[in-house]
């Protein structure tokens, strides 16, 4: 963990920022993003990366990882070294909101990019209570693809919040990605319950809806929420994509 803080007038949320040490150009991009949007501080999440993977015992590779069939991604059922360090990230983070009883923090992947007004962004939503997760991004660049405009809208809420629920005709649900969003307390204890089984994308992008060929969706966060339209992007320039998988 390295943890950064910030000239800002602010007590903003508290931030994780899912990184791999190599990518040093993200790194340095991402922290001039946090500090234009005057962010307090945050942490980055840099252990367990795929060099330690790498060398994990075969007991210590089946403890936290289970080859599990993928309905989002079929061609790679088998996780790669950097898939299994990205998602010990995500989860490293869980367990520092656990341990620190956070009521909700912000998770980061280290090629997202915050908009000038985040801060006021975020602040502006009325979450429900109930809310294990709220997504801020796809890792689409496009602010309106794949978003939950077409799921129920919670009553009352402006700017509009959307819940997301499952398909009336039994199929997959949207994949959504892990590049940005909000998770409260009791989300991040339930993403930390079980091993690995699939990329972090995936099982973010879960939902618990019957689906059989999904043997991992009955792990999915309940009460989901999102926006009309994105307002965190991947930025997919910087250091390439799918750096974190290989």
């Known amino acids: 963990m390295q943890y950064y803080s910030f000239n800002s007038p602010y007590n903003t949320l508290p931030i994780y920022i899912v990184h791999a040490s190599h990518l040093v150009t993200r790194k340095k991009y991402i922290l001039q993003n946090l500090a234009q949007i005057n962010t307090s501080a945050a942490t980055f999440v840099t252990c367990a990366n795929r060099d330690v993977v790498k060398k994990?015992?075969?007991?210590?590779?089946?403890?936290?990882?289970t080859s599990t069939f993928n309905p989002f991604d079929k061609k790679n059922t088998i996780l790669q070294n950097g898939t299994i360090s990205l998602a010990l990230k995500h989860k490293i983070a869980y367990a520092d909101i656990l341990r620190k009883k956070l009521k909700r923090a912000i998770v980061l992947e280290d090629d997202a990019f915050l908009p000038t007004q985040f801060w006021m962004k975020i602040q502006s939503f009325q979450l429900p209570?109930?809310?294990?997760?709220?997504?801020?991004?796809?890792?689409?660049?496009?602010?309106?693809?794949?978003v939950?405009?077409?799921?129920?809208?919670?009553?009352?809420?402006?700017?509009?919040?959307?819940?997301?629920?499952?398909?009336?005709?039994?199929?997959?649900?949207?994949?959504?990605?892990?590049?940005?969003?909000?998770?409260?307390?009791?989300?991040?204890?339930?993403?930390?319950?079980?091993?690995?089984?699939?990329?972090?994308?995936?099982?973010?992008?879960?939902?618990?809806?019957?689906y059989?060929?999904?043997?991992?969706?009955?792990?999915?966060?309940?009460?989901?929420?999102g926006p009309s339209k994105w307002f965190v992007y991947p930025?997919?320039?910087?250091?390439?994509?799918?750096?974190?998988r290989y």
């Open 129 to 146: 209570l109930d809310t294990d997760i709220f997504y801020m991004g796809s890792y689409s660049k496009l602010n309106d693809w794949n």
């Open 235 to 244: 930025r997919r320039t910087i250091e390439g994509t799918n750096t974190h």
């Open 148 to 210: 939950l405009k077409w799921d129920p809208i919670v009553a009352n809420t402006k700017p509009v919040i959307h819940k997301r629920k499952c398909h009336s005709k039994g199929r997959m649900n949207r994949h959504l990605g892990a590049i940005a969003y909000l998770i409260y307390y009791k989300g991040a204890a339930q993403m930390l319950n079980t091993n690995i089984k699939v990329t972090p994308d995936s099982a973010l992008s879960a939902m618990n809806c019957n």
């Open 212 to 225: 059989s060929r999904c043997s991992f969706c009955k792990y999915a966060l309940q009460n989901q929420y």
């Open 56 to 65: 994990l015992s075969l007991s210590e590779r089946n403890c936290i990882y």
